[in-house]
């Protein structure tokens, strides 16, 4: 194994290529104990056997790589071995397994010397006697670190991207009440003024004040269109004429339509402009047209 493989962080420890367990002859290992021992001290993960009373039968070496500090002892708790402590963990997958005679798996704070050192999965597995006892039981424990700090990680950004998301609808709904109240205040207030000031000031001067106007408010009616500006083709043709006071018949002739169908377009501008009953039709149109 080279180099570059042997020193990834996804290697607890370098295995023994060389391991004397070996001997010349293959095949006599093929069909032994010591292939299996062999194979399980070659995994990355942490194997132990316990008995019911939580004293170490077997411990792999990742096991030993975590957590032995002392010699080894077979006949230690896998409490005071482990994690150096007199009394059982809090959360222990292994006496739940003994209680209920199930598997078991919780996820845990990796502590050594008490001390936090990353996350790990554990899993008991208890065997049961003919007589349905627990005999001996099986922990299989795998650091998942690297994972739970993705998972953090992954769950920062989460949290980061809906406080984003969040003051980009507050700008957004701040924007559009914005723009809102300037167009309804050049429609309120500047539309009635250049109305007005068309009878006492020359024409062209208008024209030329309503079109910088136009010039300035032409973003935001683009993005927000006034209510006028939601009007037919033909309704604008229609509106046209009521601003300039004519009567159904003459709207009809002109238009070549009949006067049944100015009423009806007469009654679709009133419902687009949110008119009242009370309010004048012409007079509106004359101020906001």
């Not at 170490?56 to 005071?80: G, L, R």
């Not at 003051?167 to 539309?191: G, T």
């Not at 001067?205 to 300035?216: C, L």
Request: aromatic share 8%.
């Amino acid at each position: 194994m080279n180099e570059k493989t042997t020193n990834s962080s996804e290697w607890v420890f370098t295995p023994n290529l060389y391991s004397n367990h070996i001997p010349d002859d293959f095949s006599s290992v093929s069909s032994s104990s010591e292939l299996f021992r062999l194979i399980i001290d070659i995994i990355q993960d942490g194997i132990s056997v316990l008995d019911p009373t939580l004293n170490i039968k077997y411990a792999n070496t990742v096991m030993k790589h975590w957590y032995y500090s002392k010699s080894e002892s077979n006949m230690e708790k896998c409490y005071q071995r482990f994690h150096n402590i007199n009394t059982p963990c809090e959360v222990c997958p292994c006496i739940m397994a003994l209680e209920t005679k199930q598997p078991q798996m919780e996820v845990v704070r990796y502590q050594l010397d008490n001390k936090d050192i990353g996350w790990q999965q554990l899993f008991a597995v208890p065997l049961l006697s003919r007589d349905n006892e627990v005999v001996l039981i099986i922990e299989y424990v795998r650091d998942i670190t690297l994972r739970k700090i993705a998972e953090d990680n992954f769950r920062d950004l989460e949290q980061q991207k809906n406080v984003l998301i969040d003051a980009l609808k507050n700008r957004e709904h701040s924007r559009d009440e914005f723009e809102k109240i300037i167009i309804n205040n050049i429609e309120r207030y500047v539309k009635p003024s250049l109305n007005y000031l068309k009878k006492v000031v020359k024409e062209e001067d208008i024209h030329m004040v309503s079109g910088i106007i136009d010039e300035i408010i032409l973003p935001l009616t683009k993005i927000r269109p006034s209510q006028v500006s939601m009007l037919t083709p033909r309704e604008l043709q229609v509106a046209s004429l009521i601003k300039q006071n004519c009567p159904s018949k003459d709207i009809a002739d002109r238009l070549y339509i009949t006067k049944k169908a100015v009423d009806y377009h007469r009654a679709n501008i009133r419902k687009k402009l949110n008119l009242k009953r009370e309010e004048n039709l012409q007079v509106y149109l004359e101020t906001h047209l």
